[in-house]
């Protein structure tokens, strides 16, 4: 019997193992970046869980596919009244003309959106784009400065990017942490956990029971910031 992790890669897929007092074991894949979770009864090893992920690999991949192309259709139109997360909040938008250049800020139930009255769909889109990816460039470093003392280890180079099927990502090798834009509308918690998370990875590459223990000392509540990231629902006004 092989040791149980809480983390598995199966075929190139990440996967959280949870272990709970069950029977059955039991695979999600859940929105909105289609992350694998297996519920797996406390006696199974790793080889055994693997072994079922192989077997749904086909289910899963079409789950994969059905969140992404949701994704894609969901496209928003950028109208008064639409929904917007930031931060975890939803904001109904507001739409201002302006002949000034294109802005966005928040203000109380609103996200407010100054623009001028003949700008398109696309240029409103990738102005929301730039605002969210300004957010976290600006919300980062002071997260970055608060964790390096306490996992010991130098940010030598971050970027915001988009990316598909992860939160977050590090290169061991040259320190380089690469953040997911779509964590600037997820609660603040949820970034600082992401921001843990691959800087643990300098210490520990993978996710085995020292990762685990190295997230327990400096996160403890970190399962729940993962479940809270990981289960929000996928919703059109979301996207």
Known sequence: MSTASPYLT??????DVIYKNI?????????????????????LDDDAIRLAVVQRLPWIKRQREQLRTAVRQSEREMVAGES???????????????????????????????????????????????????????AIPELISKWEPVV???????????????????????GHI??????????PRCLEYIVVHEMTHY???AHDDAFTELMDKFLPDWRARRDELNSAPLKQEEW
């Open 10 to 15: 199966v075929s190139g897929i990440d996967v």
């Open 23 to 43: 029977k059955n074991l039991h695979i999600a894949v859940y929105p909105p970046l289609g992350r694998v979770r297996v519920a797996a009864p406390e006696r």
């Open 84 to 138: 917007h997360f930031v931060w975890g909040r939803r904001y109904r938008l507001q739409i201002v003309e302006s002949k000034g250049r294109t802005t966005f800020a928040t203000a109380g139930a609103r996200l407010r959106l100054s623009t001028r009255a003949e700008s398109t769909a696309e240029q409103r889109l990738a102005a929301l784009e730039r605002w969210y990816r300004q957010q976290l460039k600006d």
């Open 152 to 174: 010991g280890r130098q940010v030598p180079k971050w970027t915001v990017r988009r990316m598909k099927t992860k939160w977050g990502t590090c290169n061991r090798e040259s």
């Open 178 to 187: 690469w953040l997911n834009l779509e964590l600037a509308k997820k609660h």
């Open 203 to 205: 210490l520990q590459r």
